[in-house]
C-alpha cells in the first residue's frame, strides 16, 4: 500500500522538449517561473530521454509501465513479416499500468485524459478509479484537476472519496507544436523563430496554470505530502521541403537490393519483395527480406551514414540496447533536422514538425519530480529516460511496480 498521508500528481506535457524550457528561460523570453519555483524544491533532470519510436502512443503506454515496447509491444507501426503488412500499434499496451497497480491496491485516483490508462485501471463509471477525457486546452484540463481533487460534485462527478493519486495530460505543446494551419488558438508559422515563438507563449500561460495548480494544493492543505512529476513524451522537430527517402533507396540499390517498396498503414507487400520502408514523417524503418550477417550490415550502416543529410542510423542490435521490440525495423535511419523521409508527400512546401527522430530536439525531454519523498533543489545530470519515473515514484510511495517493468530506478534521488 502507499505511504500514509501521500499524495502523488503525475503531469504530462506532451511534446515537452528540453530545449523549449531553455529557450523560454534564455535571455530571449521572460521564463517559466512557476516551474522554477518547483525546481527550487524538487530535482531538474538535464539529461532525461525518451525511447523510440519517440511518437505519443507507444511513449505515453511505455511511461505508465516502465517499460519501453520490447515490453508493452507498441511502436506505432510496423511491418509484420507474417501478414506482409503494415500494421498500426493504436493504444496498444501489453504490460501492467500504475493505474490497474493502484486499482488492484483500491488506491483511489483519477485520470484526466491520461488515455494511456483508459481501461487500464481507470473507466469512465468507476468512482473510485476515474477515467475522465474533457478535451479542450491546458485551463480546462486542470479545471477538472481542481474540482476533482477537492471532489467538489461541481462537474456532475463525486468520487467515492477523495482521490490520493490524480494524472492530468495536456497536449497543448503537441498540438502547437507541428505547426499545422490552426492549433489551440494559435496560427501557423513559416520560420522556425515563428513557431518557437507560438510554443513560447504556450508554454508561459501553461506555466501560469501550473502555478495556481500548485497554490490550490497548498490551499486545500495536500501540497507538503504530495510528490509531483512533470515530464513527456517527446520533444519536436521541425521540418520543411521535399523528401529524401531517394537517397536512402540508392545506397540499397548500391549495395545490391532491387526490390525496394515503401508502404503505409494496411498496404501489403509484393511476394517478391527485398526491402520494405516505413515513414511516419522524419525517420524512415527499414525491413530486409533476408537475415544478413552483421559484416553486411555494418557496410550498409557506414554507406547510410556517410550521406549528408543523415544524422543516425541504428540497427536491430543498437534498437534492442534501447529497449526497443524484436519485430520493429532492422535498420532506422534518422535524418538531421530540417530533412525527413516521408513516403506520403513529395515536398512539404512550408514548415511543419514532428517528432519521430533521433535527434536530441525529439529524444531530449523535461522532466522535474518534486516532493516529500524527493531530495530538493538538486540538478540531476545523470542519462535517465522517462520509463524510470513511475518505477522510482512507486519504490519511493512504498507502491507496488507495474509487474513488467524493466526500468531502472533512481535510487539517489530518494531520501
Same mark, same amino acid.
Given at each position: 500500500?502507499?505511504?500514509?498521508?501521500?499524495?502523488?500528481? #503525475?503531469?504530462?506535457?506532451?511534446?515537452?522538449?528540453?530545449?523549449?524550457?531553455?529557450?523560454?528561460?534564455?535571455?530571449?523570453?521572460? =521564463?517559466?517561473?512557476?516551474?522554477?519555483?518547483?525546481?527550487?524544491?524538487?530535482?531538474?533532470?538535464?539529461?532525461? #530521454?525518451?525511447?523510440?519510436?519517440?511518437?505519443?502512443?507507444?511513449?505515453?503506454?511505455?511511461?505508465?509501465?516502465?517499460?519501453?515496447?520490447?515490453?508493452?509491444?507498441?511502436?506505432?507501426?510496423?511491418?509484420?513479416?507474417?501478414?506482409?503488412?503494415?500494421?498500426?500499434?493504436?493504444?496498444?499496451?501489453?504490460?501492467?499500468?500504475?493505474?490497474?497497480?493502484?486499482?488492484?491496491?483500491?488506491?483511489?485516483?483519477?485520470?484526466?485524459?491520461?488515455?494511456?490508462?483508459?481501461?487500464?485501471?481507470?473507466?469512465?463509471?468507476?468512482?473510485?478509479?476515474?477515467?475522465?477525457?474533457?478535451?479542450?486546452?491546458?485551463?480546462?484540463?486542470?479545471?477538472?484537476?481542481?474540482?476533482?481533487?477537492?471532489?467538489? =460534485?461541481? !462537474?456532475? &462527478?463525486?468520487?467515492?472519496?477523495?482521490?490520493? +493519486?490524480?494524472?492530468? #495530460?495536456?497536449?497543448?505543446?503537441?498540438?502547437?507544436?507541428?505547426?499545422?494551419?490552426?492549433?489551440? =488558438?494559435?496560427?501557423?508559422?513559416?520560420?522556425?523563430?515563428?513557431?518557437?515563438?507560438?510554443?513560447?507563449?504556450?508554454?508561459?500561460?501553461?506555466?501560469?496554470?501550473?502555478?495556481?495548480?500548485?497554490?490550490?494544493?497548498?490551499?486545500?492543505?495536500?501540497?507538503?505530502?504530495?510528490?509531483?512529476?512533470?515530464?513527456?513524451?517527446?520533444?519536436?522537430?521541425?521540418?520543411?521541403?521535399?523528401?529524401?527517402?531517394?537517397?536512402?533507396?540508392?545506397?540499397?540499390?548500391?549495395?545490391?537490393?532491387?526490390?525496394?517498396? /515503401?508502404?503505409?498503414?494496411?498496404?501489403? !507487400?509484393?511476394?517478391?519483395?527485398?526491402?520494405?520502408? &516505413?515513414?511516419?514523417?522524419?525517420?524512415?524503418?527499414? #525491413?530486409?527480406?533476408?537475415?544478413?550477417?552483421?559484416?553486411?550490415?555494418?557496410? &550498409?550502416?557506414?554507406? &547510410?551514414?556517410?550521406?549528408?543529410? +543523415?544524422?543516425? /542510423?541504428?540497427?536491430?542490435?543498437?534498437?534492442?540496447?534501447? =529497449?526497443?521490440?524484436?519485430?520493429?525495423?532492422?535498420?532506422?535511419?534518422?535524418?538531421?533536422?530540417?530533412?525527413?523521409?516521408?513516403?506520403?508527400?513529395?515536398?512539404?512546401?512550408?514548415?511543419?514538425?514532428?517528432?519521430?527522430?533521433?535527434?536530441?530536439?525529439?529524444?531530449?525531454?523535461?522532466?522535474?519530480?518534486?516532493?516529500?519523498?524527493?531530495?530538493?533543489?538538486? +540538478?540531476?545530470?545523470?542519462?535517465?529516460?522517462?520509463?524510470?519515473?513511475?518505477?522510482?515514484? /512507486?519504490?519511493?510511495?512504498?507502491?507496488?511496480?507495474?509487474?513488467?517493468?524493466?526500468?531502472?530506478?533512481?535510487?539517489?534521488?530518494?531520501?
Amino acid at each position: 500500500m502507499m505511504k500514509n498521508n501521500r499524495f502523488f500528481v #503525475y503531469i504530462n506535457w506532451d511534446g515537452f522538449s528540453y530545449y523549449y524550457y531553455k529557450l523560454a528561460n534564455s535571455l530571449s523570453y521572460s =521564463g517559466t517561473p512557476y516551474i522554477n519555483k518547483l525546481l527550487n524544491e524538487g530535482i531538474l533532470f538535464t539529461n532525461a #530521454y525518451t525511447g523510440i519510436p519517440s511518437i505519443t502512443y507507444p511513449m505515453q503506454s511505455a511511461i505508465v509501465s516502465g517499460a519501453y515496447s520490447d515490453v508493452t509491444n507498441n511502436v506505432y507501426k510496423y511491418f509484420d513479416r507474417h501478414l506482409n503488412k503494415v500494421i498500426l500499434c493504436r493504444r496498444l499496451n501489453k504490460a501492467q499500468t500504475i493505474g490497474e497497480v493502484l486499482a488492484g491496491n483500491d488506491i483511489c485516483f483519477a485520470s484526466i485524459q491520461q488515455f494511456a490508462l483508459e481501461n487500464r485501471g481507470a473507466e469512465y463509471d468507476d468512482l473510485r478509479h476515474l477515467y475522465i477525457q474533457p478535451g479542450g486546452d491546458y485551463k480546462n484540463r486542470f479545471k477538472w484537476a481542481r474540482q476533482i481533487f477537492v471532489n467538489s =460534485g461541481i !462537474s456532475g &462527478i463525486e468520487m467515492d472519496e477523495q482521490p490520493k +493519486v490524480l494524472f492530468i #495530460y495536456i497536449d497543448d505543446l503537441d498540438s502547437i507544436g507541428h505547426n499545422n494551419f490552426y492549433a489551440r =488558438g494559435r496560427i501557423k508559422r513559416f520560420t522556425e523563430k515563428g513557431r518557437l515563438k507560438n510554443i513560447m507563449g504556450r508554454l508561459k500561460q501553461m506555466d501560469n496554470e501550473l502555478g495556481k495548480f500548485v497554490e490550490f494544493l497548498k490551499y486545500i492543505g495536500i501540497y507538503d505530502n504530495t510528490n509531483i512529476l512533470l515530464t513527456s513524451d517527446h520533444g519536436m522537430v521541425p521540418f520543411k521541403g521535399k523528401s529524401y527517402v531517394h537517397r536512402i533507396i540508392e545506397i540499397l540499390k548500391n549495395q545490391g537490393f532491387h526490390k525496394i517498396e /515503401c508502404l503505409n498503414i494496411g498496404e501489403t !507487400s509484393s511476394p517478391d519483395w527485398e526491402v520494405i520502408m &516505413i515513414s511516419v514523417n522524419l525517420q524512415l524503418q527499414i #525491413y530486409f527480406r533476408d537475415q544478413l550477417g552483421d559484416e553486411k550490415m555494418r557496410s &550498409i550502416k557506414a554507406m &547510410i551514414e556517410q550521406d549528408d543529410i +543523415v544524422e543516425k /542510423c541504428l540497427t536491430k542490435d543498437e534498437l534492442k540496447k534501447r =529497449g526497443t521490440a524484436a519485430f520493429f525495423a532492422d535498420m532506422l535511419v534518422s535524418p538531421i533536422p530540417p530533412y525527413h523521409f516521408s513516403i506520403n508527400k513529395n515536398r512539404y512546401w512550408t514548415l511543419h514538425a514532428n517528432h519521430d527522430s533521433l535527434n536530441s530536439q525529439a529524444q531530449h525531454v523535461f522532466s522535474l519530480i518534486k516532493g516529500p519523498d524527493f531530495k530538493k533543489g538538486v +540538478v540531476y545530470d545523470k542519462r535517465v529516460y522517462n520509463i524510470s519515473f513511475i518505477p522510482t515514484l /512507486c519504490t519511493a510511495m512504498e507502491l507496488p511496480l507495474p509487474v513488467q517493468s524493466n526500468a531502472r530506478i533512481i535510487y539517489d534521488i530518494i531520501v
